[in-house]
């Protein structure tokens, strides 16, 4: 059967699952999510969609046919870019990935925890970067079929199984095994993800040791940008950002999940509650989806506001990530001086809507 008519199934069906206690739902959430994405990425589809070359556009000398790509953590083994590329993305990004692999998360017998919350189009996952590690990741051919127009890019993290000061290491030896896969076009640095437990240290710390190891010394060009949380403060980017301009990065990512549960709980509709709260307080994890839509944007706002104040003679680049679900939200990213924007949550809402047509829909009107 046809994989976007058993999506739409699965969803007709939830009120069935919502028969089950919080802890059966998410195990049955958590075991569909991971059948079903090694569906998606191993489909082979018959048609493909080129958007319209009035959506291209060139970023760090890089085409990017159209500017809606998937966020990381999709595919986190460089799987499904055939897939994405015939549905018609404007880019293709792979990872995130650690140096050393990781089976991700698993309490109470429930591997790799997810929930969507179908009332609420939020969507809480504490997967904890399963994945099968950088020596093996970076020599992967992640396409036989490479399309003018979507690019490469690749994830990557400090593994939190090490010290801070070994993983910074293994990190960057990482950078530059990835630059030595001619396929990947740019690399995005996780500095953000809500589900590992953290080691210490700080942001600018960290990607000092980046900047004087890995980004002076680049073979080629390979742009390296930075993906940061969708919780941090406008103080925090202000402080931020300029030094990350400044340490010789090409861009920023706002952001990833958001582990602001309180802040977030008045967006979970009623039937969703107790699947939330169950689920935050047994695993934590992180939110994403609609809920995110706002934040994402007005963090992008205050960054490109820095970035027009710093008159920079070279490109650097803002990417929104959070909440993106349909065409607006591409336009008002734009509008707000984003270059390119990231969907994940709202992807998948939207492959339930419309198939394989997911990345057409947006460009219909
Ligand atoms: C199941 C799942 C796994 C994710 N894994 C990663 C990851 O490995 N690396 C990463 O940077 N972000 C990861 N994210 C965060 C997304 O890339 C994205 O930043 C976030 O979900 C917000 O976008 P959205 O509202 O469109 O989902 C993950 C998100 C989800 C839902």
């Known amino acids: 059967m046809q994989l976007s008519i058993l999506t739409k199934m699965y969803h007709r069906a939830q009120f069935l699952l919502e028969l089950l206690s919080e802890k059966q739902q998410i195990k049955a959430a958590s075991l569909g999510r991971a059948f079903f994405m090694r569906k998606f990425a191993n489909q082979s589809l018959k048609t493909s969609f080129i958007p319209d070359k009035k959506y291209s556009r060139r970023l760090w000398g890089i085409e990017f046919r159209s500017p809606i790509m998937n966020s990381a953590g999709m ?33 109470h017998g429930i591997k790799l925890p997810f929930i969507t919350l179908p009332n609420s189009n939020i969507a809480v996952n504490w997967l904890g970067l399963p994945n099968y590690g950088d020596e093996y990741l970076s020599k992967l051919v992640i396409t036989n079929n490479k399309v003018v127009g979507c690019p490469i890019g690749w994830s990557v993290m400090r593994s939190p199984d090490f010290s801070e000061d070994e993983g ?23 500095e953000s993800c809500p589900n590992v437990k953290n080691g210490g240290g700080s942001i600018i710390p960290r990607l000092t040791i980046i900047a004087e190891k890995f980004l002076k010394n680049r073979n080629r060009h390979l742009p390296v940008i930075v993906k940061l949380s969708n919780d941090l403060t406008q103080a925090i980017i202000e402080e931020l ?48 989806g609609r809920v995110l839509k706002d ?21 650097f680049h803002i990417i929104r990530s959070g909440g993106i679900e349909n065409s607006a939200d ?25 198939g394989d047509d997911v990345y057409s829909s947006l460009f219909r009107n």
């Open 330 to 354: 591409i336009v008002q990213s734009e509008q707000c001086g984003c270059s390119l924007t990231q969907w994940y949550t709202g992807f998948f809402n939207a492959y339930d809507k419309f």
């Open 168 to 190: 910074m290491e293994k990190l960057v030896a990482s950078l530059f095994l990835y630059q030595e896969n001619k396929q990947i076009d740019f690399i995005e640095v996780n």
């Open 295 to 315: 934040n994402s944007l007005q963090i992008c706002i205050i960054a490109a506001r820095i970035v027009a104040k710093m008159h920079l003679n070279r490109e």
């Open 75 to 107: 595919f986190k083994n460089g799987e499904g870019y055939d897939v994405v590329a015939a549905m018609g993305a404007g880019a293709y990004i792979g990872g995130t990935s650690t140096a050393n692999p990781r089976n991700g998360n698993e309490k």
């Open 241 to 288: 950002l300029p030094k990350i301009i400044q340490l010789g990065f090409d861009g920023i990512n706002l952001g990833n999940t958001s582990t602001n549960y309180k802040r977030y709980s008045s967006n979970v509709s009623g039937n969703d509650k107790l699947l939330f709260e169950y689920f935050t307080e047994t695993f934590g994890g992180g939110l994403s």
